[in-house]
């Protein structure tokens, strides 16, 4: 007994780091937290007496039941999009903590976990453990079978991926993210006074739904009123680079639910283009802006 007790207190010493390890690489707040309690059920059970560093221990043993975890949820991929179109701000199927979920998703950036499900399980661990988390090479190859230099090219592919453009993208990167921050700021504080101004007179905003149906309104009058509809979502945004350019990611809980894309000219919005359909965001090419 007391030896479970003093196994007990160790994990309750890393379990802040165990659930974060495990959300940055699940995504899911109740899917990070079941990966830490079976990484509990499976110390209790184990013979430690040999293991001389328990929280790399600890912290291998939950990465390799959450790269379980992301295996088998790939297998049922086909159908998540398609089943997850609910309003932006309601509570999904497997949010059992809305509050607590935002907040995570919010301190790692919901744009790096919309990118970061867009790699495979075995890139996405071995970006996650080495690129966040510091864990060695050798100690992650083990885990997505594969060599040490194998491992290397897994998370330097998922780098590319992650941060893709941003390094390519054009001069003007910050002058466009400094106006859709803007942007966002106006939004989430409904000034509609500050919207306008960033938007050039003949702007464009189109919005193509799921059912087929778009919507296109011109004008930069026009489209602040439409913009009213925003201000609930923007709570869920950020900024991220959408096919090389600065644009938008509405993502509740780090689910990705619609992409902005703006086309600006000089110091204004010329153009907003709004994708919801599942199968149009699936081909969208999505970066994290650094800063």
């Avoid at 101004?197 to 189109?206: E, F, K, M, Q, S």
């Amino acid at each position: 007994m007391e030896k479970l007790d003093w196994l007990a207190q160790a994990f309750e010493a890393e379990r802040s780091h165990l659930r974060a390890v495990a959300y940055q690489l699940l995504g899911s707040l109740w899917e990070a937290e079941d990966a830490v309690q079976e990484t509990w059920l499976h110390l209790s059970r184990s013979d430690t007496g040999a293991v001389r560093n328990l929280d790399g221990w600890l912290t291998t043993v939950v990465a390799r039941i959450s790269l379980n975890m992301l295996r088998a949820r790939k297998l049922r991929r086909e159908e998540s999009l398609e089943a997850a179109e609910l309003e932006p701000g309601t509570r999904e199927p497997d949010v059992t903590d809305p509050e607590q979920e935002a907040l995570m998703a919010d301190s790692v950036g919901v744009a790096l976990l919309v990118v970061l499900d867009r790699l495979s399980p075995a890139e996405r661990l071995a970006f996650v453990l080495h690129d966040i988390f510091a864990v060695p090479f050798d100690e992650i190859a083990p885990l997505v079978e594969r060599s040490e230099t194998a491992t290397r090219q897994l998370a330097s592919r998922a780098r590319h991926l992650v941060h893709a453009g941003a390094t390519e993208a054009s001069a003007d990167l910050p002058a466009s993210r400094e106006l859709v921050d803007a942007f966002l700021s106006a939004s989430r504080e409904g000034s509609f006074e500050a919207l306008l101004a960033l938007l050039d007179p003949d702007i464009v905003y189109r919005a193509d739904w799921p059912s087929g149906q778009s919507l296109v309104v011109q004008g930069a009058a026009a489209v602040v009123k439409q913009a009213r509809a925003f201000v609930r979502l923007a709570q869920f945004a950020q900024p991220a680079l959408v096919n090389g350019a600065v644009g938008v990611v509405v993502a509740p809980f780090g689910r990705l639910r619609y992409v902005a894309q703006f086309t600006i000219t000089g110091s204004k919005i010329k153009e907003i283009h709004v994708m919801a359909d599942p199968a149009v965001l699936r081909q969208v090419h999505l970066a994290v802006l650094s800063g």
